[in-house]
């Protein structure tokens, strides 16, 4: 519990001079020697202990961003890295790190997960931030009901059907110029009812398990609390933009059904773009949207093919690749800088960023000075 007295973040609207003035000194003092002895491997021991001074000296926007801290050693961290590494997860406070509070852009931020010359994090939708594959899942056993109780369907007519569905999405290929999703989805149903059960066009009950399958996986497709809360937290420190793949209509019911917008800056879906993930283009267009460099901004997405390589493509500062099964993909893949398993697990990336870059500084310092002597 001792460690709720180290967590320097300031809420929105507390300058840090309020809470330096609001602190025990003595207090905070007392609670880094007892974590600091102990550990004794961290690095920043010396930046550490000048916290409090630290803490004064920030005065507004332009105040330089002092060090990360960590709270817990590497070890302990659960990390994550480039390639394969950090299989394990960062959640429930490990791998969690503590930086003074910076003021910059009018936002008082904790900086608790963001990384220096991090201005922007670009976050995928489907199964990254809501489970679609789940939600598809559940509205595909919602049809099957349906097709069993209402039409007489077996149940290996109706999950023949809804197999020859999914397959059909997955090979679409839509243009809005000349369909509308809705009648192209609809088509799907029609054509996979009538390859399994044989017989006439049924365009309504086509229509009828169509409606069926998107209403229940749009009511399925949730924003999780705890990644509300993540998001709410990084975007104290960091612009948040979701970019998403996907027909217009499509994405947009998504987002409407999570109720996602009030968590990002800005909102771009690819199919209202000229060019879609992996293009570097809509990733510019980003860039430009927040008013930041592609190498202050990060990629964060379950798709090697279309966030991963899209953000290489362009030239981002980093991409994560959420791969929730931790699966060994193929050789020819694109290379994620880093690997994580759950997004909650992202504000530990943007620490070990800021950790490495830290890292980097402080050798370059000493060769500088060893070049010196
Ligand atoms: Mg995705």
Known sequence: MLWKGLWLSLPAGVS???????????????????????????????????????????????GRSPPLMRLRPAAARGGEGRGREGKKKGRGGKGRVCREPRVRAGRVCSGAMGAPGVKAVFFDLDNTLVDTAAAGRRAIEEVVKALRCRHRCGEGQARAICEK????????????????ITELRISHWEEAIRETIGGEANRSLAAECYFLWKSTRLRHLTLAEETRGMLT?????????????????????????????????????????????????????????????????????????TDIQGGLNAGLKATVWLNKTMATPADSSPVPHYVISSVLDLPAVLQ??????????????????????
């Open 16 to 62: 840090p001079e309020r809470c330096c003035a609001a602190s025990r000194p003595e207090g905070i003092s007392c609670l880094l020697h007892l974590f600091l002895l102990p550990a004794g491997r961290f690095s920043q021991t010396s930046t550490f202990l000048k916290s409090g001074k630290k803490i004064k000296k920030v005065s507004g926007a332009g």
């Open 233 to 305: 937290e990084l975007r104290k420190a960091v612009r948040l933009l979701l970019l998403t793949n996907g027909d217009r209509q499509t994405q947009r019911e998504k987002i409407e059904a999570c109720a996602c917008q009030p968590y990002f800056d800005a909102i771009v879906v690819g199919g209202e773009q000229k060019e879609e993930k992996p293009a570097p283009s809509i990733f510019h267009y980003c860039c430009d949207l927040l008013g930041v460099q592609p190498t202050e901004c990060v990629m964060v997405g379950d798709s090697l093919d």
């Open 165 to 180: 569905v999914q397959a059909k999405l997955l090979k679409e290929c839509h243009d809005p110029a000349r369909t509308c």
């Open 352 to 373: 070990k960023m800021e950790h490495n870059i830290n890292a980097k500084l402080g050798n370059e310092r000493t060769v500088s000075s060893n070049g010196a002597c």
